[in-house]
């Protein structure tokens, strides 16, 4: 092929037809690359049904911009001379097309970004990394808020987002005369369980999909995961019927149990189409737009509507923004000093804890658990055991199929870990067994007891959350937020105390870990 105008590098999680990237694109003049690459599914150990997902939903979307009759570089995984990472590939492109410009959408990692720039300086060839129109609230925009603000509080920045979207507004007031219904969507499903929840609508594979699930499971057969339950949307088309079907059959439920868990549920009342969000198959104004009519029409109570949409106008939005104002210093915070290595069982599932037991297993199983499962069951106990929060963030990043960095490692770090020291939460999210117990029925399977911080029926978590403040008391006695929590240490005798460090010392000496 003749030398290109402009190269238009597409990655995985950039699958937009409308992204800027395409803007002032010249079907005869410039060419669209693409390139799927082994060294972004061995980055880290990444679950199957994540590798399979980014690839099928690549291929759809390569197979669309080629009945446009666009002409693109698509580079397989499978083929013979694939150099097996983004950079190599894309050096290799700019070699065989020698294009005056390479123009790319802000990518969803650092890593990612800084590999564009260096390649560019190399090559001498103008880079043009465009805004991505994706989001609501862009990179510099973000930075300009949180510059004139002493604290980065995501409640803060959503009431923005709300003001400016004009969003579950009324004469420039929040509808129902608050901004937050967080308080009405806490409950737990009690001992009957969840009843008439409708299952997500699924997606079987097609001939695309089918070659691309034979392809990882003989390349990457050793990875953690199945791709027995992948009915996941790969196209626009069908992530737009998986939004319509979380509208009508769970939005109304949504809120009252958006954090309640229950044996053998994996997805409840909630949406599942975070990954075609991160892919860019869904567009958010859409999803909010669809989310807000619902209310409107009557279809769901304002609760359930409202904490949807704060989910994306809010929490995404707030989480890219203090990834791309922190990085790339944000992933060696470790303002608890955590040291620990991951347990084994995160990989295996094999624990005797009821509770991780099933968020584990159902992770996977499906490479999906709900946000109350990522943060109050796993991501508390890695908190608690004080596990090294790079080596958390490695996990979240493998092991979901939703997962890009840019979302991924302030969720973990930030809120999950607190490794930041609070520039996201405003606490450590740090419980014992007694909220896993009120919050789903695990306990009731389980051979531990949450109340129990000692003895041989003590539960884990018990018991590393009073080592935890233990052993973080003098830090967490200057948050108001924690003050309480810590000062119930006050009732714990010297001999409890000592016998609560003995048990969580056995505990992390007893627990097998680092062998993944």
Same mark, same amino acid.
């Given at each position: 092929?003749?030398?290109c105008r402009n190269l238009i590098v597409v990655f995985g999680d950039q699958l937009d037809h409308q992204s800027a990237a395409f803007q002032g694109f010249d079907?005869?003049?410039?060419?669209?690359?693409?390139?799927?690459?082994?060294?972004?599914?061995?980055?880290?150990?990444?679950? &199957?049904?994540?590798?399979? @997902?980014?690839?099928?939903?690549?291929?759809?979307?390569?197979?669309?911009?080629?009945?446009?009759?666009?002409?693109?570089?698509?580079?397989?995984?499978?083929?013979?001379?694939?150099?097996?990472?983004?950079? $190599? !590939?894309?050096?290799?492109?700019?070699? &065989?097309?020698?294009? !005056?410009?390479?123009?790319?959408? !802000?990518?969803?990692?650092?890593?990612?970004?800084?590999?564009?720039?260096?390649?560019?300086?190399?090559? #001498?060839?103008?880079?043009?990394?465009?805004? +991505?129109?994706?989001?609501?609230?862009?990179?510099?925009?973000? *930075?300009?808020?949180?510059?004139?603000?002493?604290?980065?509080?995501?409640?803060?920045?959503?009431?923005?987002?709300?003001?400016?979207?004009?969003?579950?507004?009324?004469?420039?007031?929040?509808?129902?005369?608050?901004?937050?219904?967080?308080?009405?969507?806490?409950?737990?499903?009690?001992?009957?369980?969840?009843?008439?929840? #409708?299952?997500?609508?699924?997606?079987?594979?097609?001939?695309?999909?089918?070659?691309?699930?034979?392809?990882?499971?003989?390349?990457?057969?050793?990875?953690?995961?199945?791709?027995?339950?992948?009915?996941?949307?790969?196209?626009?088309?069908?992530?737009?019927?998986?939004?319509?079907?979380?509208?009508?059959?769970?939005?109304?439920?949504?809120?009252?149990?958006?954090?309640?868990?229950?044996?053998?549920?994996?997805? @409840?009342?909630?949406?599942?189409?975070?990954?075609?969000?991160?892919?860019?198959?869904?567009?958010?104004?859409?999803?909010?737009?669809?989310?807000?009519?619902?209310?409107? #029409?009557?279809?769901?109570?304002?609760?359930?509507?409202?904490?949807?949409? #704060?989910?994306?106008?809010?929490?995404?939005?707030?989480?890219?923004?203090?990834?791309?104002?922190?990085?790339?210093?944000?992933?060696?915070?470790?303002?608890?000093?955590?040291?620990?290595?991951?347990? +084994?069982?995160?990989?295996?599932?094999?624990?005797?804890?009821?509770?991780?037991?099933?968020?584990?297993?159902?992770?996977?199983?499906?490479?999906?658990?709900?946000?109350?499962?990522?943060?109050?069951?796993?991501?508390?106990?890695?908190?608690?055991?004080?596990?090294?929060?790079?080596?958390?963030?490695?996990?979240? @990043?493998?092991?979901?199929?939703?997962?890009?960095?840019?979302?991924?490692?302030?969720?973990?770090?930030?809120?999950?870990?607190?490794?930041?020291?609070?520039?996201?939460? /405003? &606490?450590?999210?740090?419980? $014992?067994?007694?909220?896993? /117990?009120?919050?789903?029925?695990?306990?009731?399977?389980?051979?531990? &007891?949450?109340? +129990?911080?000692?003895?041989?029926? *003590?539960?884990?978590?018990?018991?590393?959350?009073? +080592?935890?403040?233990?052993?973080?008391?003098?830090?967490?006695?200057?948050?108001?937020?924690?003050?309480?929590?810590?000062?119930?240490?006050?009732?714990?005798?010297?001999?409890?105390?000592?016998?609560?460090?003995?048990?969580?010392?056995?505990?992390?000496?007893?627990?097998?870990?680092?062998?993944?």
């Amino acid at each position: 092929m003749q030398r290109c105008r402009n190269l238009i590098v597409v990655f995985g999680d950039q699958l937009d037809h409308q992204s800027a990237a395409f803007q002032g694109f010249d079907q005869a003049r410039d060419l669209i690359w693409m390139a799927e690459v082994a060294g972004e599914a061995t980055h880290v150990r990444s679950h &199957k049904m994540r590798i399979a @997902l980014f690839l099928s939903a690549m291929r759809h979307f390569a197979t669309e911009l080629k009945a446009k009759g666009n002409p693109l570089e698509y580079r397989k995984l499978d083929a013979k001379d694939n150099l097996g990472t983004l950079a $190599t !590939e894309l050096s290799a492109a700019v070699a &065989k097309f020698g294009p !005056e410009r390479i123009v790319a959408v !802000e990518p969803g990692e650092f890593r990612v970004e800084q590999m564009l720039k260096q390649l560019a300086a190399e090559t #001498r060839i103008t880079l043009e990394i465009r805004a +991505d129109r994706h989001f609501f609230c862009q990179r510099d925009e973000f *930075a300009a808020w949180a510059k004139e603000r002493r604290e980065l509080r995501m409640e803060f920045f959503y009431r923005e987002m709300r003001k400016k979207h004009r969003v579950l507004l009324e004469n420039g007031d929040p509808v129902g005369g608050k901004w937050n219904f967080d308080s009405e969507n806490r409950g737990s499903f009690g001992k009957s369980g969840p009843r008439d929840i #409708r299952p997500p609508r699924q997606f079987a594979p097609d001939e695309i999909t089918g070659e691309v699930l034979a392809s990882v499971e003989a390349r990457f057969g050793d990875h953690p995961g199945s791709l027995e339950h992948f009915d996941l949307p790969v196209t626009a088309a069908d992530a737009e019927l998986a939004l319509a079907d979380f509208i009508e059959h769970r939005l109304p439920g949504f809120g009252a149990f958006q954090d309640a868990m229950w044996t053998g549920e994996p997805f @409840l009342f909630h949406s599942r189409i975070s990954a075609a969000l991160n892919l860019k198959l869904l567009n958010p104004r859409r999803v909010v737009a669809a989310a807000e009519k619902a209310y409107f #029409r009557g279809h769901a109570p304002l609760a359930a509507v409202e904490g949807f949409i #704060r989910q994306i106008l809010g929490w995404r939005e707030y989480v890219r923004g203090i990834y791309w104002a922190y990085m790339p210093g944000y992933l060696a915070m470790n303002a608890l000093e955590a040291r620990e290595s991951l347990p +084994d069982f995160f990989w295996d599932g094999k624990t005797e804890m009821n509770c991780l037991r099933e968020t584990i297993g159902q992770t996977l199983e499906y490479g999906y658990a709900h946000h109350i499962q990522r943060l109050m069951v796993t991501g508390l106990f890695a908190l608690l055991f004080g596990v090294d929060p790079v080596e958390v963030h490695h996990w979240y @990043l493998a092991i979901y199929y939703d997962a890009v960095e840019w979302v991924e490692l302030p969720n973990t770090a930030g809120m999950s870990q607190f490794s930041d020291g609070g520039i996201m939460a /405003s &606490k450590p999210y740090a419980a $014992t067994g007694k909220y896993i /117990s009120r919050m789903s029925n695990y306990c009731a399977g389980c051979k531990y &007891k949450p109340e +129990d911080s000692t003895g041989e029926k *003590a539960c884990p978590f018990t018991t590393l959350y009073w +080592d935890f403040l233990l052993r973080h008391q003098e830090r967490l006695l200057k948050n108001p937020r924690m003050a309480m929590q810590v000062r119930n240490l006050a009732r714990l005798s010297p001999d409890k105390k000592k016998e609560i460090r003995a048990a969580a010392l056995r505990i992390r000496e007893t627990t097998p870990k680092g062998g993944y």
